[in-house]
């Protein structure tokens, strides 16, 4: 897999001439996994999707787990990098809107196991980067590594759920707000302002309204940052001293 990933085979000089490339399977992938949803994501259909037999796909990957690995690294190469005279906090917001634009156009990806990413150059180049970008507040190595992982960690787990919840209201025909209506019997029987009377004050200022949207997972975002910023040593040479 590794081999696939980093150094994948050149077409095949002798012999039959093969109908396609590895990087033709791999987009016919992302495109059946946009189309269809990645639960529906199988060789057959890739194989469908080219208009070749399902047999054939296993000449260029051996499987679709293998497959799985190759359209994770190519949509994070979709990412860009960050202008590097930027200051640090400037430049990580700047990975994490480009993590969550890569959430927006695959959204299969929310199916990837962020602490398992395959070791492709395009995931390993964008993580790389972050870590530069987290070290230049000159914390700790240690520290950066964690931070770095918060970042990916609140832009995934944000996308995840925005994400799900279309994916479910695409199924089902039933959207969020539907979803809350169909179930005003229990408003009305069970749910009291008195014992919750915190929730209802948030929900009466339209504070649950933006649960999925730019805003909330930007202020998360927002939160973390501040929290990364008071870790770092004052400056023993103030600026004009």
Do not use: C
């Amino acid at each position: 897999m590794i081999e696939l990933l980093w150094n994948p085979p050149p077409p095949k000089t002798r012999g039959p001439k093969q109908r396609l490339t590895l990087d033709q399977v791999v987009t016919a992938a992302i495109e059946v996994a946009a189309t269809l949803g990645i639960d529906e994501l199988s060789m057959r259909k890739v194989a469908q999707h080219l208009g070749v037999g399902a047999m054939s796909l296993y000449t260029y990957v051996p499987g679709k787990d293998e497959l799985f690995e190759l359209m994770i690294d190519r949509a994070w190469g979709d990412r860009r990098l960050p202008d590097r005279a930027l200051p640090w906090r400037a430049q990580v917001e700047f990975h994490a809107q480009e993590a969550w634009r890569m959430y927006e156009t695959h959204p299969w990806l929310i199916r990837s196991n962020l602490w398992r990413m395959p070791l492709g150059p395009n995931v390993l180049d964008a993580q790389e980067d972050l870590y530069r970008a987290v070290a230049l507040t000159g914390l700790p190595l240690s520290d950066v590594a964690r931070i770095a992982g918060l970042v990916e960690s609140q832009v995934f787990g944000a996308a995840r759920s925005a994400v799900t919840d279309t994916s479910v209201a695409s199924h089902t025909g039933v959207s969020q707000d539907a979803y809350w209506e169909s179930r005003a019997g229990f408003w009305r029987t069970y749910y009291s302002f008195e014992r919750f009377p915190t929730m209802t004050r948030i929900w009466e200022s339209g504070g649950f309204d933006e649960e999925y949207s730019d805003a909330a997972w930007e202020f998360g975002l927002g939160l973390l940052l501040d929290g990364v910023e008071r870790l770092i040593p004052p400056s023993p040479h103030p600026a004009g001293t």
